[in-house]
């Protein structure tokens, strides 16, 4: 195991290597004019300039109702800040380039282990936190996700969070294989006042399933644009 997540760890690197030689990740770079590129009318335009742009790799998690097909029951994943390589021949790929050295990562290997890995031993300044799924802080029914820098850029800062609710949702541009693009607007909490998933690889789940089969974890990439809030770099 250890190996895997080294060679994955590694793997992370390569994007900033690639663009400016370093050894070790840049991050915190301004992005306040920064665009979310070919954003599809059809998804709300940001009210404000962009704070944060992350790559995430990860699972979103799915459970098998009784009619047979699959029913999303959160995600996830890591963030980690490209803010550094924005207008670079690298940045429009990056979530691939993340995805196939996610996928070769033996499946027992859970994104959690990689998480604990990054924050206890490895440090990589590019990380900014985590993203998962809570109880709805609103209404205390289903779930909603959140983005949480709490536990790293920004730890001891108890407010460096956002719980979001979709506003927009459309199929990714790539294809079907791949999860939709989102926006969503904040709920609670102070990192952003909106969210946009974009440029997703993979994450879709079978068509089909046998109800009462475990529940599945099915890896993806991803980008996050987080626009305005208090919390800053």
Same mark, same amino acid.
């Given at each position: 195991?250890?190996?895997?997540?080294?060679?994955?760890?590694?793997?992370?690197?390569?994007?900033?290597?690639?663009?400016? =030689?370093?050894?070790?990740?840049?991050?915190?770079?301004?992005?306040?004019?920064?665009?979310?590129?070919?954003?599809?009318?059809?998804?709300?335009?940001?009210?404000?300039?962009?704070?944060?742009? $992350?790559?995430?790799?990860?699972?979103?998690?799915?459970?098998?109702?009784?009619?047979?097909?699959?029913?999303?029951? *959160? @995600?996830?994943?890591?963030? #980690?800040? #490209?803010?550094? #390589?924005? *207008?670079?021949?690298? /940045? &429009?790929?990056?979530?691939?380039?993340? /995805?196939?050295? +996610?996928?070769?990562?033996?499946?027992?290997?859970?994104? $959690?282990?990689?998480?604990?890995?990054?924050?206890? /031993?490895?440090?990589?300044?590019?990380?900014? *936190?985590?993203?998962?799924?809570?109880?709805?802080?609103?209404? =205390?029914? *289903?779930?909603?996700?959140? +983005?949480?820098?709490? &536990?790293?850029?920004? @730890?001891?800062?108890?407010?460096?969070?956002?719980?979001? $609710?979709?506003? =927009?949702? #459309?199929? $990714?541009?790539?294809?079907?294989?791949?999860?939709? +693009?989102?926006?969503?607007?904040?709920?609670?909490?102070?990192?952003?006042?909106?969210?946009?998933?974009?440029?997703?690889?993979?994450?879709?789940?079978?068509?089909?399933?046998?109800? =009462? &089969?475990?529940?599945? /974890?099915?890896?993806?990439?991803?980008?996050? +644009?987080?626009?305005?809030?208090?919390?800053?770099?």
């Amino acid at each position: 195991m250890i190996a895997s997540v080294t060679v994955f760890i590694l793997g992370i690197y390569l994007p900033f290597v690639l663009v400016s =030689g370093s050894v070790i990740p840049r991050s915190g770079c301004d992005i306040s004019r920064a665009k979310i590129p070919d954003l599809p009318s059809t998804l709300p335009t940001p009210d404000t300039t962009p704070s944060f742009v $992350a790559v995430a790799f990860g699972t979103q998690n799915y459970t098998c109702g009784s009619t047979g097909t699959y029913t999303n029951i *959160g @995600a996830f994943a890591e963030l #980690i800040d #490209i803010s550094c #390589i924005y *207008g670079t021949p690298v /940045f &429009s790929g990056v979530q691939d380039i993340l /995805f196939d050295i +996610w996928n070769a990562v033996p499946p027992e290997i859970t994104t $959690a282990e990689i998480v604990n890995t990054l924050q206890s /031993f490895v440090k990589i300044p590019a990380i900014l *936190g985590q993203h998962y799924f809570v109880q709805n802080p609103i209404t =205390g029914q *289903g779930i909603s996700p959140k +983005w949480d820098f709490t &536990s790293a850029a920004f @730890a001891g800062n108890p407010n460096a969070f956002v719980v979001g $609710a979709k506003v =927009g949702d #459309i199929p $990714a541009p790539t294809g079907s294989q791949d999860i939709d +693009w989102l926006a969503l607007t904040k709920v609670v909490g102070a990192l952003a006042d909106q969210v946009y998933r974009t440029d997703t690889h993979k994450g879709q789940p079978p068509s089909s399933c046998t109800p =009462g &089969s475990p529940d599945i /974890f099915v890896k993806y990439t991803s980008k996050y +644009w987080l626009f305005g809030g208090s919390v800053k770099h």
